[in-house]
């Protein structure tokens, strides 16, 4: 069976609100409401972009560059503003709150910017002789321990810091010769862990546990020729690791690990959770996004996964409680997941030549005539700028002249998701006839197997407050 893709387009700028989602829907129709969205914003600079922190909220982030440049966002990535360079190329950024944080690099770098949102002054050290791949602060709310940092990279190489950055002690206590990509320790959110209990992991299946501060380290991972790039805690004992061929390795007692099922078979470079939840994302290898809602339990491939953009994504901070979260890869690539429950929820729908709804798993012959329903939702006072576009399986031929767009107030059904006899309804309802040219009249228009809606090439498309907007249109299969 055929599949017929909603795909996303690049966008020119950010909008308020986007319904850039990616919904792969059958022939007969598979509704689906989606909670979440990653929509690509404006890079900060135009090449490979290894590390990015959101310390406090989805408004203020840092990212920092392969070539030693780091940016600052104060609106949700809409925009970025260049903060200095570094003095090598970056690997790791932490920010223990909007205005102080560090970035890690080649060479043993060290640099600690503060004053990030005036004149930011930056401070470069080397502390140590290796690369250094990540950096972490792990309760900055606490006074005490916003002064408590660690930082690890190449043979092994651990440093610590007590006084906020101001001196790092390049502590050889890990055991471990081969590159550490990646340090986490535990938040509790009170300050009784924080600066005990951690976690380092790295090349040959190396996942190391420590719960003395880093004096002492036991090896917990299962050893081998891989590496695992990215750790994170959900509590002292629960962590996800994840790395080369999608491998996920899950431990729920802090004392054994077991391999989590994977649904990619890309590397996958960074995961994050959201604070105290169980929602998480981990990204990686041509695109690869995954997600998590239990904890790290079960993993599934997210719709946009190699599709919004297909170079490899780098680095990952996940805000809490877990409805914003944002990436960086390769080229520059910048995406920004949004919380579309809050926003607009997409559905597609098949109805037959007499309107009648087609139910999931009927399967149609060739020449058979199609009439495809795809609507939205908004729950908010309003959803402006919202935009789309269907991209026609070549099984699919568009019959010309049959675009049609309606809507209805939600008030007239039993609440969303629609029933059967709901959507015949809306359907019945989508008569205005639009061209099919894209243009700047309609907010509707076909180019070759291409359906956009919205801008940048129709009509601004507003979605009313409790409001459903629905589009037809008819299809041949051939």
């Known amino acids: 069976m055929k599949k017929n893709e909603l795909s996303l387009p690049k966008p020119t700028g950010l909008p308020r609100i986007l319904a850039q989602c990616l919904l792969a829907a059958v022939l007969w129709g598979i509704p689906s409401s989606l909670w979440a969205v990653w929509i690509p914003i404006p890079t900060p600079y135009g090449d490979h972009l290894n590390a990015v922190h959101f310390p406090v909220s989805d408004q203020v982030g840092f990212v920092a560059a392969d070539a030693g440049f780091m940016f600052r966002t104060t609106n949700g990535g809409a925009s970025w503003t260049y903060i200095g360079y570094a003095g090598a190329s970056l690997n790791g950024i932490h920010f223990i709150n909007n205005n102080t944080g560090f970035a890690v690099g080649n060479g043993g770098l060290i640099t600690k910017i503060t004053n990030a949102s005036g004149g930011p002054t930056i401070s470069p050290a080397t502390p140590g002789s290796n690369q250094l791949m990540a950096v972490h602060f792990p309760n900055p709310a606490l006074p005490v321990n916003s002064q408590i940092g660690y930082a690890v990279g190449g043979g092994g190489n651990f440093l610590r810091t007590t006084d ?86 899950r431990t729920s007692n802090g004392k054994t690990w077991s391999p989590v099922a994977s649904p990619t078979g890309d590397d996958l470079n960074a995961v994050d959770f959201s604070a105290g939840g169980g929602i998480g994302y981990a990204v990686g290898g041509k695109g690869t996004i995954i997600q998590t809602g239990d904890g790290g339990s079960t993993w599934s491939l997210s719709p946009q996964s190699g599709v919004i953009t297909k170079k490899d994504l780098q680095g990952l901070s996940v805000v809490a409680p877990g409805t914003f979260a944002y990436a960086v890869g390769k080229g520059g690539d910048t995406i920004k997941l949004i919380d579309g429950n809050a926003a607009v929820s997409l559905t597609k729908q098949a109805f037959d030549q007499g309107g009648t709804w087609i139910p999931h798993g009927i399967r149609l012959p060739k020449g058979t005539r199609i009439k495809f329903m795809v609507y939205l939702f908004s729950d908010q ?35 969303v998701p629609l029933t059967p006899a709901e959507e015949t309804t809306l359907f019945a309802n989508a008569t205005t006839v639009v061209g099919d040219a894209i243009n700047s009249t309609d907010v509707a228009g076909i180019s070759g197997a291409t359906i956009e809606v919205g801008l940048p090439g129709n009509a601004v498309l507003n979605v009313g407050n409790n409001r459903v907007w629905a589009l037809t249109y008819e299809v041949v299969l051939q």
């Open 164 to 249: 906020g950055g101001a001196n790092w002690s390049e502590l050889n206590t890990t055991g471990a010769t081969v590159k550490l990509y990646d340090v986490f320790f535990y938040n509790d959110g009170n300050g009784i862990h924080t600066d005990d209990i951690g976690y380092t992991v790295g090349a040959s299946g190396t996942i190391l546990r420590t719960e003395d501060g880093g004096a002492t380290w036991e090896n917990q991972g299962p050893g081998g020729l891989f590496s695992f790039y990215s750790i994170a805690m959900l509590t002292d004992k629960q962590a996800i690791a994840v790395g080369d061929g999608g491998m996920i390795y």
């Open 381 to 415: 006072s309003a959803t402006n700028d919202v935009r789309f576009v269907d991209v026609l399986d070549p099984a699919f031929g568009y019959v010309p002249g049959t675009l049609r767009v309606g809507t209805m107030n939600t008030s007239s059904f039993g609440g």
